[in-house]
């Protein structure tokens, strides 16, 4: 994506050289991927239209072999919508903590994590909208539409609308993605620090070369999600099947 031009001082007068939404905003519910715009033209379109406010909801660690999912859900200040929002994986660390702290100080925030046991318990699927749908209520508003990333939105009490690739073409789903990002890396660093064994500060709990690695060495530890293969594998080379103590005695 080619860089965008910075943002006017006044968001709520977007600048006419920023990317415009291509058509008419998508109806209510549908799921959508080609609306363009991180300048807060699809929620002024459901201002408009009397949905007030509008929240933004995205997720993140749903890949991990370790930690929790962390859901967020944003209300953007439609007079304050920080300059530069985007996708979180497309930012530097630099400035998604830049603009965390921006979002955190202009605009309604709250986070849901789902932790391994429940992600073990319920599978990650339902895990992860079980935080998403906690993350919107968490708000100190009540929203009357949730613009979320995915095709899979959770079951909240107001219009939802799931974007595909929201996290690059909404701000609100942007903001989102980036304060789940944040809070997300700088849990893992506390676990890292706890667990100095397997690198989590560095991988985040990823699948990676370090982290399969130290889990061959080490096994898993209480952060890990067992019913994951890789250490749900892991953990049957390291543990007698049942029976087996038995046939070997």
């Not at 031009?5 to 006419?16: H, L």
């Not at 239209?49 to 072999?65: I, M, S």
Request: charged fraction near 25%.
């Amino acid at each position: 994506m080619s860089p965008r031009p910075k943002a006017p001082p006044q968001p709520a007068e977007p600048d006419p050289a920023l990317p415009r939404p291509r058509g008419r905003p998508p109806k209510a519910g549908a799921v959508t991927a080609g609306w363009v715009g991180l300048d807060f033209t699809r929620e002024r379109a459901l201002y408009a239209d009397g949905r007030a406010p509008v929240a933004g909801a995205d997720e993140v660690g749903r890949g991990p072999l370790a930690g929790p999912v962390v859901a967020a859900a944003v209300v953007l200040d439609p007079a304050r919508v920080p300059q530069g929002l985007d996708d979180s994986k497309k930012l530097t660390r630099a400035k998604r903590e830049s603009l965390y702290l921006e979002i955190c100080a202009t605009a309604e925030v709250a986070i849901a994590l789902a932790p391994p046991e429940r992600i073990d318990r319920d599978n990650i699927r339902q895990a992860t909208l079980w935080a998403l749908a906690n993350a919107v209520r968490g708000l100190p508003c009540r929203p009357a539409f949730l613009l979320v990333d995915g095709n899979d939105p959770p079951r909240v009490d107001c219009e939802v609308e799931a974007i595909v690739g929201g996290d690059g073409l909404v701000a609100s789903i942007a903001a989102a993605s980036i304060v789940a990002k944040v809070v997300r890396d700088r849990l893992m660093a506390g676990v890292g620090a706890a667990f100095p064994a397997y690198g989590f500060e560095r991988h985040m709990g990823y699948g990676t070369r370090e982290h399969g690695a130290a889990l061959k060495a080490h096994g898993p530890c209480l952060h890990h999600r067992r019913s994951f293969a890789p250490v749900r594998e892991q953990q049957l080379g390291l543990f007698p099947a049942p029976g087996e103590l038995e046939e070997a005695d």
